[in-house]
């Protein structure tokens, strides 16, 4: 799925701004469903490191 995320940016500041709405979509579920915004940060970093990675950050 990461990939195709990223592949879907047209742009640097395109790829930012997924990711920013992705980010805050998990956080907003995770407070919602499991009473802790940061429950999937973990998940949320690498993701982050993997776009930086190949460039996209």
Not at 7 to 32: E, F, H, P
């Amino acid at each position: 799925m990461k990939d195709k995320l990223v592949l879907s940016c047209r742009s640097l500041s395109d790829c930012r701004g997924l990711i920013a709405r992705d980010v805050a979509d998990l956080r907003r579920i995770g407070r919602i469903q499991h009473g802790d915004p940061d429950y999937f940060m973990p998940g949320i970093k690498k993701l982050i490191r993997y776009c930086q990675k190949i460039g996209k950050l």
